[in-house]
Structures are given as C-alpha cells and as structure tokens.
C-alpha cells in the first residue's frame, strides 16, 4: 500500500505557496496609484474586503519574479549564457 | 507543479552551478513556484556574509513550508517506512509528495530515492547530462 499523504493545498507542512506567507508581521498602508479600470476590475473580481490581499499577493509575486530575474542575470553576467537547450528542456518538464 | 529545493540544491546554486540557474530561468518562464523547507534553509544557512548566492536565491523563491507537528508526524512515519533518519531529506520528499505532481532538486539522489520507493511513489529522473552537481527527481502524479 502506498503512503497515505494529505495532497490539499494548504496541508500540514504549512506548504502553500502563497507568496504573502514569508511577508507574514505588521500591515502598512501604503498609497498608490493605478488604473482606474484595473482598480473597479480587481474589486469587481474579489470583492473590497479582499482588494488589498490581491494587490498585496500580486506585489509579492512581483518581487519573487524580479528577484529571479536579476539571479538569473548575474549568473549570466559572471558565467556566460544558460544553456539554451538545457533551459528548453526544463520548461518542458515545468509544464507538465 | 511546484519545485522544491534540498540541500544540496541550494550548495549547487551556492557554487554557482548552472543546473540551479537554468532551473531557475526556466520556472520563472513558466511561473512555477519554488520551495524551499525551513529545515533546508536551516541545515544551508550560516549568514549573509558567507552565503550571498543563497541570500540572493532565497528572495526569488515563493514559499518556506515550515515544519509544524503533524508534519513532523509525517516525517517521522516517512523515516519509519525508509528506515533512515534523514530529517530534512524526509522532509523534502513529504512536502513534494504532498504537494505533486513536484520536482526535487537534489544532489543526492540515493537517498530521495530511497525515501520515493519506501513511499511507493513512482518517480523518475531528469536526465541531467552528469554535469552539474545537481539532479532532478521527478515524482510522478
């Protein structure tokens, strides 16, 4: 008999991926400017209670993204080009 | 699918290996999410001044799962089945399993395949040429 494990997101490693999870302390308000229609377009989708998570969890994964960005880039910057094909291949298999 | 990182996973990327930057490149084409135990960064972690690659690495990553009771619970039942007492590769391998379909990245292979098949959850291995310090498992749905 295989392993009976939970696989729910959210399970008893505390291994959701939310990106706000690491973020995780005090609340800031903080002012900012955006469309107008992507503003009515957010709470349109989730709602005022929920707005400031959105824009909250959106920034969060901002940051993650750009942080790989710039890792990527200073690998590049010190070693030379990734493998092309070896990135290629990854992706493939990420998408499964 | 989300990636989790080992131990060796972060030496790698520490070493400057291009297995963990391609890796790396490819899930943010992808948007993946990138995982790291908090027992990975416990067992990798000495500092800022001597580990900049990983202070860099860790801010592009999404989630720390930490290791609360009941999963430790799960981790120690994970060892009982394996018969080791590896604490943070059976916590890596209980978090992927969790959380699959999950790629590994570890540089020691043995032993997270040792953990899948105690399991019984099938797997299978990226063919990573043999040139990079680290290896990809792949755990099957």
Redesign the interface.
């Known amino acids: 008999m295989p392993m009976r494990t939970p696989r729910s997101k959210g399970s008893i490693f505390g291994t959701d991926d939310d990106p706000l999870a690491r973020f995780a302390g005090p609340v800031q308000t903080v002012a900012a400017s955006v469309p107008r229609t992507l503003a009515e377009a957010i709470r349109a989708k989730v709602g005022k209670r929920e707005f400031s998570s959105f824009v909250a969890r959106a920034m969060a994964r901002e940051l993650a993204d750009q942080n790989r960005a710039a890792y990527v880039a200073s690998y590049e910057e010190d070693h030379g080009p990734i493998d092309p094909e070896l990135t290629a291949r990854l992706e493939v298999l990420f998408a499964r | 699918?989300?990636?989790i990182l080992d131990s060796g996973a972060i030496i790698a990327s520490e070493r400057?290996d291009?297995?963990m930057?391609?890796?790396?490149?490819?899930?943010?084409?992808?948007?993946?999410?990138i995982?790291v135990?908090a027992t990975v960064v416990a067992e990798t972690w000495r500092g800022p001044s001597t580990h900049t690659r990983s202070a860099?690495?860790f801010?592009?990553?999404?989630?720390?799962?930490?290791?609360?009771e009941?999963?430790a619970r799960?981790v120690g039942?994970?060892l009982a089945?394996s018969n080791t007492a590896a604490i943070v590769d059976g916590?890596v391998v209980?978090?992927a399993?969790?959380?699959?379909?999950a790629?590994i990245v570890t540089s020691d292979v043995h032993e997270i395949e040792h953990l899948l098949k105690?399991?019984?959850?099938p797997h299978a291995l990226?063919d990573a040429?043999g040139a990079a310090a680290a290896q990809?498992i792949?755990i099957g749905i």
Do not use: E, Y
Not at chain 2, 59 to 68: A, T, V
């Open positions: 699918m989300r990636i400057n291009p297995m930057a391609a890796i790396v490149k490819a899930a943010r084409k992808n948007r993946i999410p995982l135990p860099h690495l801010g592009s990553i999404d989630g720390f799962p930490d290791l609360n009941q999963g799960q039942a994970l089945f916590n209980a978090i399993i969790a959380l699959r379909p790629t105690s399991a019984k959850i990226f040429h990809i792949i």
